[in-house]
């Protein structure tokens, strides 16, 4: 038997009754929506089914089904050879999304269904429901896609999801959006003008193809001995097109396939795929949940013979965590006595976007004061609050073997953001003013009840979710214009992080609404 689940309300399913009673007939298939009889909700989805235009399904043991209209099925074994399966939407990571979904409603789905359901965990070997298809399969017969770039889909899944499910409410000038560190505020003061100096062509070769604008690498290697107390050469400065191609040339240059990197959970939503991309394999190390400091232990157990690179945030995104100096000297002796015992370098990348963005006097150190090969990554679109323009740079320690290598493998960044890179050191957001929004929010939040970690450092507050479904509650918010970013979309189940680069009109009109969702779920 094949029992097919599917919801009448969210889009995931637009045929009709008689259509699917259809196919039911012909393929032998029991459709069951995930609505109980009652209409109360069994199961949430994300309404992302407008792009479906096939069906098919694939069993356990690979046979494959294929209607007229064809939506993947994902399935699984139940106890007892039964089978569930869920129509589900041509979206990466739908198949995991599924699962836990399950895992969480098992109880009313075995009443629905009259057979017993078994949580799952599709990451843990022997879990209870398993999908026993390739990815590719899964996702559909012939679909073009390489298998690499469906893995690096599936890893973005959960932060896809979160900003498709706010998509009607972006732009809404009603909504109050603490999801992203995005600008909520006008440009910066001076920002717009330095840009409006250096896109004016000062020679016939102004917008020409040429060698990187020395001036800003200069100025970046300046900054850094300045900032962090950092000897860099102008010529270990590598510019790029943010700290996100920063961190991919860094990748792409050192790593081979089959090497494993090694990176901190909760981490930045883009760190995995930027793994995959490089033909890598992520290994996930979780920190220290009482500090949110490096777990040193747990990451000396996850280095293997074919550790190539561990990658760390400091500040960290979400966590806002500054990692403390003497923690840094510990983790670079260890990757050193490794290093030694593999004969074999272990690269550290440390992404340190938000090494402005510090609160409370605090001081971040980089690890390549204390670790040889230490790459460094920075980027201008935090400090001067413009995301969307794309400027960083990779920077090289002088003991760093290999910097010949690095500088020949990379594409400069764009000219006019070269040309006003030693302008844009001295935009920097009002740390002061943010300093009070987040000081505001932390204690308006604490007085409803909420538990919120003080981050020393980024645009961010983790704030713990006063229901286990930190997913609903987040919908919740938004049902009152707040967005929020909901946990699962940067590995951190039962928390919801908000950006304090929200205004502060945004942040008054909020907490109200903070104070009200709390207050329902007493």
Same mark, same amino acid.
């Given at each position: 038997m094949v029992t097919v689940l599917y919801d009448e309300d969210c889009g995931f399913c637009r045929w009709s009754a008689d259509e699917l009673r259809a196919w039911d007939r012909r393929r032998g298939l029991t459709f069951v929506s995930i609505q109980n009889p009652r209409g109360a909700e069994l199961l949430h989805a994300v309404p992302v089914a407008e792009r479906l235009d096939s069906m098919h399904a694939v069993t356990p043991d690979g046979r494959v089904w294929s209607g007229g209209r064809s939506v993947p099925v994902i399935l699984a074994e139940l106890p007892g050879g039964s089978t569930l399966a869920s129509i589900a939407a041509t979206f990466p990571g739908t198949t995991e999304w599924f699962y836990r979904l399950v895992a969480r409603h098992r109880q009313r789905l075995g009443r629905l269904l009259g057979q017993r359901v078994c949580s799952v965990d599709p990451s843990r070997e022997g879990s209870a429901l398993e999908v026993d298809v390739s990815g590719r399969l899964a996702y559909g017969r012939g679909m073009a896609v390489a298998e690499r770039q469906m893995r690096i889909q599936t890893s973005l899944a959960p932060f896809l999801r979160g900003i498709l499910g706010s998509a009607p409410l972006l732009g809404d000038p009603d909504a109050c959006d603490f999801l992203a560190g995005n600008p909520e505020v006008p440009a910066l003061p001076g920002y717009v003008e330095t840009l409006q100096k250096w896109l004016e062509p000062q020679d016939r070769r102004w917008f020409a193809y040429g060698m990187p604008d020395p001036r800003a690498a200069e100025a970046a290697s300046a900054a850094l001995a300045d900032e962090l107390? =950092?000897?860099? @050469?102008?010529?270990?400065? +590598? %510019?790029?097109r943010g700290a996100h191609g920063a961190m991919a040339l860094a990748m792409a240059t050192v790593l081979d396939p089959g090497d494993e990197v090694v990176f901190i959970s909760p981490p930045w939503f883009f760190y995995e795929a930027l793994i995959l991309g490089a033909g890598a394999t992520p290994v996930r190390v979780r920190a220290n949940e009482s500090t949110w400091d490096l777990d040193l232990d747990a +990451?000396? /157990? /996850? %280095?293997? *013979?074919? !550790?190539?690179?561990? %990658? +760390?945030? !400091?500040?960290?995104?979400? !966590?806002?965590? +500054?990692?403390? @100096? @003497?923690? $840094? /000297? $510990? $983790?670079?002796?260890? =990757?050193?006595?490794?290093?030694?015992? *593999?004969?074999r370098a272990v690269y550290l990348l440390s992404d340190e976007a938000y090494s402005k963005i510090l609160f409370d006097g605090n001081v971040m150190r980089s690890p390549a004061s204390h670790y040889a090969r230490t790459l460094v990554v920075h980027t201008f679109s935090k400090s001067t609050l413009a995301p969307a323009e794309r400027l960083g740079y990779l920077a090289m320690p002088p003991t760093m073997p290999a910097r010949e290598a690095l500088r020949q493998a990379a594409m400069s960044a764009g000219a006019v953001m070269q040309y006003a890179l030693p302008d844009l050191l001295h935009i920097t957001v009002d740390m002061e003013r943010l300093q009070l929004r987040r000081d505001r929010l932390l204690e308006a939040l604490r007085a409803a009840g909420y538990q919120v970690h003080t981050p020393e450092g980024t645009f961010y507050l983790l704030v713990r979710s006063p229901i286990d479904d930190e997913g609903a509650f987040v919908r919740r918010l938004a049902q009152d214009k707040i967005l929020a970013m909901s946990g699962d979309m940067f590995e951190m189940p039962g928390y919801f992080r908000l950006s304090i680069t929200a205004t502060d009109d945004m942040v008054e009109r909020a907490i109200p609404v903070f104070e009200k969702a709390i207050s329902e779920t007493r």
């Amino acid at each position: 038997m094949v029992t097919v689940l599917y919801d009448e309300d969210c889009g995931f399913c637009r045929w009709s009754a008689d259509e699917l009673r259809a196919w039911d007939r012909r393929r032998g298939l029991t459709f069951v929506s995930i609505q109980n009889p009652r209409g109360a909700e069994l199961l949430h989805a994300v309404p992302v089914a407008e792009r479906l235009d096939s069906m098919h399904a694939v069993t356990p043991d690979g046979r494959v089904w294929s209607g007229g209209r064809s939506v993947p099925v994902i399935l699984a074994e139940l106890p007892g050879g039964s089978t569930l399966a869920s129509i589900a939407a041509t979206f990466p990571g739908t198949t995991e999304w599924f699962y836990r979904l399950v895992a969480r409603h098992r109880q009313r789905l075995g009443r629905l269904l009259g057979q017993r359901v078994c949580s799952v965990d599709p990451s843990r070997e022997g879990s209870a429901l398993e999908v026993d298809v390739s990815g590719r399969l899964a996702y559909g017969r012939g679909m073009a896609v390489a298998e690499r770039q469906m893995r690096i889909q599936t890893s973005l899944a959960p932060f896809l999801r979160g900003i498709l499910g706010s998509a009607p409410l972006l732009g809404d000038p009603d909504a109050c959006d603490f999801l992203a560190g995005n600008p909520e505020v006008p440009a910066l003061p001076g920002y717009v003008e330095t840009l409006q100096k250096w896109l004016e062509p000062q020679d016939r070769r102004w917008f020409a193809y040429g060698m990187p604008d020395p001036r800003a690498a200069e100025a970046a290697s300046a900054a850094l001995a300045d900032e962090l107390g =950092l000897a860099f @050469d102008p010529e270990d400065i +590598i %510019l790029t097109r943010g700290a996100h191609g920063a961190m991919a040339l860094a990748m792409a240059t050192v790593l081979d396939p089959g090497d494993e990197v090694v990176f901190i959970s909760p981490p930045w939503f883009f760190y995995e795929a930027l793994i995959l991309g490089a033909g890598a394999t992520p290994v996930r190390v979780r920190a220290n949940e009482s500090t949110w400091d490096l777990d040193l232990d747990a +990451i000396g /157990a /996850a %280095l293997s *013979a074919r !550790t190539r690179m561990v %990658l +760390i945030n !400091t500040p960290n995104n979400p !966590t806002g965590r +500054i990692y403390p @100096d @003497d923690t $840094l /000297a $510990l $983790l670079a002796s260890l =990757l050193e006595r490794r290093s030694n015992e *593999a004969g074999r370098a272990v690269y550290l990348l440390s992404d340190e976007a938000y090494s402005k963005i510090l609160f409370d006097g605090n001081v971040m150190r980089s690890p390549a004061s204390h670790y040889a090969r230490t790459l460094v990554v920075h980027t201008f679109s935090k400090s001067t609050l413009a995301p969307a323009e794309r400027l960083g740079y990779l920077a090289m320690p002088p003991t760093m073997p290999a910097r010949e290598a690095l500088r020949q493998a990379a594409m400069s960044a764009g000219a006019v953001m070269q040309y006003a890179l030693p302008d844009l050191l001295h935009i920097t957001v009002d740390m002061e003013r943010l300093q009070l929004r987040r000081d505001r929010l932390l204690e308006a939040l604490r007085a409803a009840g909420y538990q919120v970690h003080t981050p020393e450092g980024t645009f961010y507050l983790l704030v713990r979710s006063p229901i286990d479904d930190e997913g609903a509650f987040v919908r919740r918010l938004a049902q009152d214009k707040i967005l929020a970013m909901s946990g699962d979309m940067f590995e951190m189940p039962g928390y919801f992080r908000l950006s304090i680069t929200a205004t502060d009109d945004m942040v008054e009109r909020a907490i109200p609404v903070f104070e009200k969702a709390i207050s329902e779920t007493r």
